[in-house]
């Protein structure tokens, strides 16, 4: 009965378990968490496409404004999943369902816990950022085959703003916290960052917060992508994406494993 | 010899100081139970054995479990342990199975080996029929049993259970006791918190009673007894005031105790409390045996305290 081995799994595999765990617990309900994703574009094409479009004539950035918005939409869609599955989904796992107690007995440490959730986070904005994906290729919005790459992406977009929303999470004392948060960041973000209409058209010192703000930046990558024309100053972006996550994904580690461990 | 050694152990919180100086060994194969007021430092204590709470770092303390320490060795302590804690965490998303299933899986167990071994422990606590039920349609008594299924999984040397059957009927627990009973004979050393006397005195080798963060006692149940309290106790259950006016004293071996409204008399010598039975109607009183619940009473002192 007693086991003699004392050799716990390797990180790879403790990782792979705590994604695992969120994968089967989103599998769970596949009808209803896997059509929306792909519901949203077609809404989108309707109310855009078909409504709004008819009164923008002119071209935004080069593009269509169908195509324009389109385009914006394969990062916001995995901006707004990561953000509501790191603050009301781990707040929820953290505070009511208490799943992380259970899963803390088991060898696990809190930062292979976070980190684990930060990566399904990823992988909710490649799933996302997919389902927009087929769906305006196959309205011939976005370019076929380039917009095949945008889910990667979307899973930057994912990670990125999973660590952010984790970092907010460390901090909130109740679950309403998080309007606060969700209407004074993410909803501005999705309004200014180059989504809806192109920089270009703010003011200096606008465009200048919206440079600092991330969701410019992976919009700036994801359009890049679907025309596979990649400027050199392309590189600033990415990098400025990478250095986000590893930066406030180590703040977040550090914040919220200090509310995990008494 | 000694599996687990725990030394000095301090914990605060902010300006409360929850474990004060705490420190125990535990043999091989034995039970340990840990009884205490609600605050008395015994879910903090445990959660520092496996890592999810870091004592202070006082100089001279020390935690030892199989020749590992938390804080070094987080990830050892917690494969060859199983926790079961205080409040029920299952995935209510998923399946009685599904739940364990994505638990082995934090143990690094093949698919195939998680299958079986969930099958044995399914039927070990008496859930083999569940198998496929989701977690809202189970009872308390099934959610519980099934959260120490979990904790076994990895077939743990060492069993931490945080008050493992608080607020469950008789039949479910006397099934949990019996199932821990088993696996302190295959050798799994065993660590509890209860309220429950009868679960202290029918499972535990030794016990530990805290009160406040500290320890104020230890040994095993009999001795225990046997050492701080009077063998028997008589329990009137009426208005007993009759007994203490000043014409009729009582015997000179008798001692009277005042508990949240219940007057308890308390004397090695049964003839002396079988002479004040006389005063009182058949059945209107108790007559028996002191227990671990006098003990606790004792010692742990008759009034509520703020964290209770």
Redesign the interface.
Known sequence: ???S??????LR??L???W??HC??YA??LFSNCLPPFLEPLLFLAGVGLGLGKYIAGSMDGLRYLEFVGTGLLVTASMFTATFECTFGTFIRLEF???Y?????????VTNLIVGEILWAGTKGFFFSLAVACVLMLCGVVPFPQALAAPLVGFLTGTLFATLALLVTAYVKTIHHFNFFLTGVISPMFFFSGVVFPLSDLNRPLRMVAELVPLTHCVRLVRAVCAWNYPSQLWWDLLYVLLFIAIVGACAVRRLGKRL?? | MAVISVRNVH?H?KRVLAVKGVGFDVEQGTCLGFLGPNGAGKS?LM?ML?????PDSTPEYSINL?G?EPNRD???I???S??V?Q?N??????NVR?NL???A????MSRHRAQARIDELLAFMELPEKASEKIKQLSGGMNRRL?IA??LL????LLILDEPTTGLDPQVRHLIWDRLRR?KK???TILLTTHYMEEAFRLCDNLLIMHEGQKIMEGAPRALIKANIEAFVFEPMGNETVFSSPDRPLPPSVRREECLGVTRYFSDTLEDLKSLCDHVEDGQYHLRHSNLEDVFLKTTGRVLSDKQ
């Open positions: 009965m007693t086991n081995k004392s050799d716990y799994p390797a595999a403790r792979y378990g705590v695992l765990r089967r617990v769970k309900n369902g208490k799943v107690d259970g899963m803390l007995a088991a060898p696990l440490t461990i008494d | 914990k919180y903090t959660k496996y890592g999810r709470c870091r199989f590992h987080e990830l050892a917690k494969h060859f199983g926790v804690p409040d965490n299952l995935d209510e998303e998923l599904q299933m994505v638990y899986r934090f143990y690094g959260v979990r904790a990895n077939s743990p040397r696996l295959q050798g799994t």
